[in-house]
DNA sequence: GGCGTAATAATTGGCGCCAATTATGTTGCA
DNA sequence: TGCAACATAATTGGCGCCAATTATTACGCC
């Protein structure tokens, strides 16, 4: 093993990385992303850093300033309905595909998914809780047949949380989005589509409302100030 | 003016110029984009000119091969059919917005653009049925008031064209879509959402069938050999 | 004469340097 | 004392060089 920062295969993935840092609220909306100290925190050369930020804004997880640098994309309410509404549009269509493509063993991966989200909203941390979750929708849109389709919906859905906190608001929520869970899992015993439909459209809805919910003050901090955030990483 | 290459300004601009040469078909499905001569033709630095690609092969609208370098991304039958199942989901969920937003203005420009596109179908190059082809949906999709649905549908119209021939393989798939174009402006006048999503995805079926039926044979040569571009730049 | 192998040529891609630009701190003046 | 302009510091971003990898050609061997 050599000395310099990481391996060439692992370029591609830091985007992934600082994408994940963003989703765990890492950098907040509307904070600078410097480039010095990316390079430090994730041990990489300026240069997959900024190849790293490029593909991010062109994903616009992140947003890009010409001359000031790249900042975490504020999202405003009107574009925070827009990706609901379109997400809505994809993961309802998605419905009947994954009612057709669903397996047993499948059903039973996601039953297992389900549970150990149950478990993790009583005894887990956030990002417990957020990767089951990711796990299980990841899970479920794979089989709908459409590779497109569930490419799509996946960028969607980075770029909603890539701002706003949907690493529930509340625990009512984890709660609800707990029970949706298991009511999608019953959908799909069943094989009824526009149940599933009706119940993926509730789960946006209900998740994107709470998060609208909770105003975002626009923080145009020019300086990033270290570590100020009060969750656990 | 300087001697440089080209202004700062213009380095976003430079993939959106390859883009349009490889839908203009300049290069061809499978086909090897060779920096050297990129950098030549477009009149860019090798940096801006790699940029370029990288932030294509994000898009999907070329591959990228590590140590071979990047072509143009050739497009095989399931995901063309994904693409096309997708955009139809987008694009006829569209319609009612398109309808509760036009006015008058709009549905005069858009019946300006149709009846330019009958023009171009007699007497018009391909570029130019496309562009005019291009506004008109675009301008369509514009008022649907939602820009993020309107991004994605771009996106992956975007996308298909990159490989595949949209610039209409049959004279009868232009009457068609002739056809099309002023039978939708009817359905804007009369307001029938229903009406236009069912014009919306019988056109995206029609052409992209049309497409599906020219096997594309898969050309594996490492080498591009200059401009073997039958068709008018 | 065909095939495997080594040398050569061409292309990609990692990386660091420095100029351009912007933010910050300080000084002088009204 | 407040404001404006200047000087300084920090950050971004353009660009070219060269190493690493791969394709191509030529040679020798079976």
Redesign the interface.
Known sequence: MTTRPIRHREKRALASEIAQAIHMRAYRPGEWLRQIDLEEAFKATRFDVR?AL??LA??KTIEHVPNRGYRVAEIDL??QR??R??RI??ET?AAPGIVAGIDAATIARLSELADRFSQAVLSGTRIEQSEINSAFHHLMYAVCG????EE?IWG?RDRSRGSSVTVWSSHQALLNSDRDHHAMIEALRAGDATRLSGLIAHHIVKDMLETEARAQPSTETSQSRGNEVSDEV
Chains 1, 2 share one sequence.
Do not use: P, Q, W
């Open positions: 190849s490029d593909e062109v994903r009107k574009t827009a990706i509404d379109t549009i994809l269509a459409n590779s497109v389709l799509t969607l």
